[in-house]
């Protein structure tokens, strides 16, 4: 019986790994996962029962300099779960100094006064000598309540650093139902695995400027999932390039994005995609709000 709680935001600059330790956190894949920046469009609550205690987790958009609406929709996502939650772990890779962007963040965790713990990932790719020096190098910048490093692809570490979250638990009702592993609608998972293909198919700038919307979502009599997708990008030459050669590339996100969608859904998926042009949408308030982006 949960009897205790702790909410927990994700920090951290883009690619270092955020959404992959949800993922492994919760053993589903409840956030999106690519080598590209700013993956992570929006707040995702994450829900990880462990004996009487029900963590909630807020991964966040990677911390990165906006150069669009969206980019600030993004970042400010950001800054405001650094504040009222009972901590926030800053994923980091194991370089040996303090960027940016880490420093930015560690300045909004400073005003926010909330305790931190900082979570060294990929420490299967580096040696342990250049791992200390980056603990030393962390640990005098700011006093974390705990030093995590962990390999959220191959799950080292993940007990101590739930033992960690732990600390920051009070007592409380569950906030969500225990079958509940996030607070993100069906659609909008179906939306995001199709942008995932996106992402992982195309190259540059294209998958960047891609808003992926269901707009249908019926099942038959028969168990089977009729669902219609609408790809929408900023300009004429890229949904072109979204297409392919003779429908060749959409047919392949398509094929993708189904067997994903039809491992979450537990059944049978018809997916039909369409691609549609909406000129620089991640600048127009409007546009970002019908897509979901709204504060």
Same mark, same amino acid.
Request: glycine share 8%; with cysteine.
């Given at each position: 019986?949960?009897?205790?709680?702790?909410?927990?935001?994700?920090?951290?600059?883009?690619?270092?790994?955020?959404?992959?330790?949800?993922?492994?956190?919760?053993?589903?894949?409840?956030?999106?996962?690519?080598?590209?920046?700013?993956?992570?469009?929006?707040?995702?609550?994450?829900?990880?029962?462990?004996?009487?205690?029900?963590?909630?987790?807020?991964?966040?958009?990677?911390?990165?300099?906006?150069?669009?609406?969206?980019?600030?929709?993004?970042?400010?996502?950001?800054?405001?779960?650094?504040?009222?939650?009972?901590?926030?772990?800053?994923?980091?890779?194991?370089?040996?100094?303090?960027?940016?962007?880490?420093?930015?963040?560690?300045?909004?965790?400073?005003?926010?006064?909330?305790?931190?713990?900082?979570?060294?990932?990929?420490?299967?790719?580096?040696?342990?000598?250049?791992?200390?020096?980056?603990?030393?190098?962390?640990?005098?910048?700011?006093?974390?309540?705990?030093?995590?490093?962990?390999?959220?692809?191959?799950?080292?570490?993940?007990?101590?650093?739930?033992?960690?979250?732990?600390?920051?638990?009070?007592?409380?009702?569950?906030?969500?139902?225990?079958?509940? $592993? /996030?607070?993100?609608? %069906? *659609? &909008?998972?179906?939306?995001?695995?199709?942008?995932? !293909?996106?992402?992982?198919? =195309?190259? +540059?700038?294209?998958?960047?400027?891609?808003?992926?919307?269901?707009?249908?979502?019926?099942?038959?009599?028969?168990?089977?999932?009729?669902?219609? $997708? /609408?790809?929408?990008? %900023? *300009? &004429?030459?890229?949904?072109?390039?979204?297409?392919? !050669?003779?429908?060749?590339? =959409?047919? +392949?996100?398509?094929?993708?994005?189904?067997?994903?969608?039809?491992?979450?859904?537990?059944?049978?998926?018809?997916?039909?995609?369409?691609?549609? $042009?909406?000129?620089?949408?991640?600048?127009?308030?409007?546009?970002?709000?019908?897509?979901?982006?709204?504060?």
């Amino acid at each position: 019986m949960i009897k205790k709680t702790a909410m927990i935001t994700i920090a951290g600059r883009p690619n270092v790994g955020k959404s992959t330790l949800v993922n492994t956190l919760t053993g589903e894949k409840v956030a999106i996962v690519t080598n590209k920046p700013q993956t992570t469009r929006n707040r995702i609550f994450a829900v990880v029962n462990r004996e009487e205690t029900q963590f909630v987790l807020l991964d966040t958009p990677g911390f990165h300099k906006a150069r669009t609406r969206l980019g600030d929709y993004m970042v400010n996502i950001v800054k405001e779960s650094v504040a009222d939650v009972d901590a926030v772990a800053l994923i980091v890779e194991p370089l040996d100094s303090v960027g940016t962007q880490e420093e930015l963040l560690i300045g909004q965790i400073e005003s926010a006064g909330v305790p931190a713990v900082l979570v060294i990932n990929k420490i299967d790719t580096v040696k342990k000598e250049e791992l200390l020096r980056i603990i030393a190098r962390y640990a005098a910048r700011f006093a974390f309540s705990a030093i995590v490093p962990i390999s959220a692809k191959l799950g080292q570490g993940i007990g101590e650093l739930l033992g960690e979250f732990e600390k920051f638990a009070v007592e409380g009702p569950q906030l969500f139902p225990e079958d509940m $592993v /996030t607070d993100q609608p %069906e *659609k &909008q998972i179906i939306a995001e695995i199709v942008r995932e !293909k996106l992402l992982l198919g =195309l190259d +540059r700038e294209v998958p960047h400027g891609t808003a992926v919307e269901v707009t249908k979502f019926s099942e038959r009599d028969d168990g089977i999932i009729d669902l219609d $997708v /609408t790809i929408y990008c %900023e *300009k &004429q030459s890229h949904k072109g390039m979204i297409i392919g !050669k003779n429908g060749e590339m =959409l047919k +392949r996100i398509g094929q993708q994005a189904r067997v994903d969608i039809e491992k979450f859904m537990g059944g049978k998926v018809f997916l039909q995609t369409w691609v549609k $042009v909406k000129e620089n949408w991640r600048d127009n308030q409007t546009a970002m709000r019908n897509f979901g982006y709204t504060d």
